[in-house]
């Protein structure tokens, strides 16, 4: 007997051992492609009621369950909610596949932002975020394959600011504000800073882009100085286990060819993306100036990209960008070989850019994550006109560690930062060096606070000190308020601020000639304060029209602003003014959609001024009112047709004329197959120009001096091209 009971003991204490050792092994995946699914939450309703987010792999192990039952639900944006009762036994311990199933239309509300390094959806997020993806990117990339000018420069509050008559070099303006306050970013690394900014928009095809992130107002406080007035993050796509190999060939009636080509695989271990293009141009004048509206140009970009799983919770990314271009404006006949004493400017322009991008990706077994991040930049550009040139070699980097702690109604981000910019001019003419260099480290926390279902609150604190400038201290605050599921607001708020500079728009519009060295014993930092808010409302009207308005109403205010100014000695000095540059104004979006239509309005108001000395005065080449219309036809994989118009309001220029207001107007249609299309766009069919009602230069044409480019140069262009995929 004595031994039947200690038997009996030995066997109930065997499976309480066991059960208390019961092991759930889960990996999530997509249903349709298999590849597994990060970042999913895993809510253990029964019997724990406690959650675990799987990891970079897929997976989430919880050890020790109490019974063996466990009713898990699995929640991700962009699909299905899925329940599931487990039975669990200390004898079957195998890993258990579980599929989820991908919603039939993801909406831009289930996006997921990059920017704010937060891995929330769009819809979760009080930063005001832009999202350009999917169709909407595809359908801009018809109209520029060669660069991404169009897909910005459509977006309410966006201008693309041409610098060169003969070039096209060009900068990005936000609400009104120059190209500088502007951060540019590919993936979260500064490739297109410093002396690199005159040109990034024109050498970034936008075949391997998968979105476009873009935030309007002051936000310093995410990646450093110069984002005083937003940062547009450019997001590169990833492989998955889905091969994508896709082609794009692209001819224009402005006589140039686009050629680009993307592949991307993900395997067990190791993935891959490789993006190649080769674009190029004659030069073309559709005007009787004699100068190139397009100017003859060659370019080659290559950039591979490798991504290492070394293990379930450790990921390496590693890539380089590299791009070789010439680039030749000026007299047509002189860059056609015919070339005398009436023929003979030019302005030339030869770049070449090698950087590098690396990205380590660590989750703790907390489920917290780690990220280091590093990138070192090579840039080198020369520039050319008759009897001057102007060049310089560019090396900077960047690192930055972040480390994020993620919960349910929290989220924390925390880390450290260091730019550096050292830029050596070749010296080609008798005049001061301007030689460069800038050195910035910092230091940054961040806090998402899910309050409520109604209330989600984000605050950030960063601190800078920029090498021969000190320090700044950056608090930044954002609020998204869910009134329901029709109306949403958000209200944010921060400093910002920007170190002095040789690289503007200003001094890229004359070539650097004359322009003195930046004076660090003189010059200071530009700091700033901005305030933005919006309301959102969408509804569906009789079951079949859906109905979505965006309200924003935006106010920046920089403070001793540097300005390029002519001293008395002749030549063009940085000088802060004693005053301060103001812009404020208002943007409306509208989008109704009705069957296969869709309609897109969009309105512009902007109002920038220079404060100084008891004066006001209008900024130039900043059109107040704006109007855009977008209509689209699409039949799901087989048609798409759009028409569009875009409306700017007349603009003061930097010689004191009022340029005028004009129409742009555009047609384009696609046909879809499954492995290709075509497609045809008719941009600027009216054929608006600024060589049509107005000049763009004084003087001779073998001396010119060049005025404000305020409006198209090259006219009514048609270009079609064909896109594969395999």
């Known amino acids: 007997m004595g031994k039947f009971f ?41 019997p724990l009621d406690t959650i675990i987010k799987t990891d970079e792999r897929g997976m989430v192990i919880f050890r020790g369950f109490p019974s063996n039952e466990a009713a898990v639900l699995f929640i991700k944006s962009g699909y299905e909610d899925q329940r599931i009762v487990f039975e669990i036994s200390a004898y079957n311990q195998d890993t258990i596949y579980v599929p989820l199933e991908p919603k039939p239309e993801i909406s831009l509300d289930e996006v997921i932002i990059s920017s704010t390094r937060s891995s929330r959806t769009i819809s979760d997020i009080p930063d005001r975020i832009e999202v350009i993806a999917g169709e909407e990117l595809e359908e801009k990339a018809n109209m520029k394959a060669g660069d991404i000018r169009m897909i910005l420069s459509e977006s309410t509050g966006i201008q693309i600011q041409q610098t060169s008559a003969t070039s096209a070099n060009a900068s990005i303006r936000i609400q009104g504000l120059d190209g500088r306050y502007t951060q540019i970013l590919k993936d979260g690394f500064p490739l297109y800073a410093g002396a690199a900014s005159g040109l990034g928009l024109l050498q970034t095809p936008p075949l391997d882009l998968k979105q476009v992130e873009v935030i309007k107002g002051s936000s310093s406080t995410l990646y450093g100085g110069g984002a005083i007035a937003g940062l547009v993050n450019l997001i590169s796509k990833t492989p998955t286990q889905e091969k994508e190999l896709k082609f794009h060939i692209n001819g224009s009636t402005g006589r140039g060819i686009d050629i680009n080509g993307f592949y991307g695989k993900q395997g067990k271990k190791l993935g891959t993306t490789i993006f190649a293009s080769h674009n190029r141009n004659l030069a073309y004048d559709p005007s009787s100036t004699g100068f190139s509206a397009i100017p003859k140009f060659e370019r080659y970009v290559l950039n591979p990209k490798i991504f290492i799983d070394i293990n379930p919770k450790t990921k390496l990314i590693f890539g380089v960008n590299s791009l070789f271009e010439n680039r030749t404006g000026g007299d047509v006949s002189y860059i056609e070989g015919k070339r005398d004493s009436i023929n003979r400017y030019f302005e030339k322009n030869e770049t070449r850019r090698f950087s590098t991008q690396f990205t380590l990706n660590h989750t703790l077994n907390s489920g917290d994550r780690l990220q280091v991040k590093n990138s070192i930049s090579h840039f080198d550009r020369e520039i050319g006109i008759p009897s001057y040139a102007f060049g310089g070699t560019q090396l900077a980097s960047f690192s930055e560690a972040t480390y994020t702690r993620s919960r349910e109604n929290t989220e924390w981000i925390s880390g450290l930062n260091l730019w550096t910019e050292h830029f050596r001019e070749k010296r080609n003419i008798s005049f001061p060096i301007r030689d460069f260099n800038q050195t910035v480290a910092g230091a940054f926390v961040q806090h998402l606070w899910k309050m409520n279902r109604m209330l989600h609150l984000e605050t950030g604190l960063r ?82 029209v859906k109905l979505s308005v965006n309200q924003l109403f935006f106010y920046t205010q920089i403070d001793r602003p540097l300005l390029l100014r002519k001293a008395s000695d002749s030549l063009f000095r940085f000088q802060n003014s004693i005053g301060n540059i103001l812009t404020a104004g208002a943007e409306t979006n509208v989008k109704i959609e009705y069957e296969d239509f869709k309609l897109f309005l969009g309105y512009t108001l902007t109002d920038t001024k220079l404060n100084e000395n008891g004066r006001s005065i209008q900024a130039p080449l900043t ?35 009022i340029g005028k207001s004009y129409l742009l107007c555009g047609f384009m249609a696609e046909k879809l197959w499954e492995e290709f299309s075509v497609y045809v766009n008719f941009e600027n069919f009216l054929d608006a120009r600024q060589t049509r009602f107005d000049t763009i230069y004084t003087g001779t044409t073998s001396n010119p001096t060049f005025r404000d480019i305020y409006a198209p140069l090259d006219g009514f262009l048609i270009n079609g091209g064909i896109k594969l995929k395999f």
């Open 463 to 544: 601190s800078d000190y920029a090498v021969d400038y000190g320090a700044v201290l950056l608090p930044r605050m954002s609020l998204l308020i869910k009134m329901n599921n029709s109306f949403t607001s958000r209200l944010g708020g921060g400093l910002g601020y920007k170190t002095p500079t040789l690289f503007t728009e200003e001094s890229e519009r004359i070539q650097y000639r004359q322009v003195a060295p930046i004076d660090k014993s003189q010059n200071r930092i530009e700091r700033s304060y901005g305030l933005n808010v919006d309301f959102n409302f969408r509804t569906t009207i009789a079951d079949k």
């Open 623 to 657: 059109p107040k009112h704006r109007i855009n219309a977008v209509l689209m036809y699409e039949v799901e994989d087989k048609w798409k047709v759009g028409l569009e118009s875009y409306y700017f309001d007349k603009q003061q220029l930097n010689d004191g004329k």
């Open 6 to 46: 200690v038997g009996l003991l030995c066997i109930l204490f065997c499976q309480f051992t066991a059960s208390g050792q019961l092991i759930l092994k889960l990996v999530v995946q997509d249903s349709k492609t298999k590849v597994r699914l990060g970042d999913v939450d895993v809510f253990f309703v029964k």
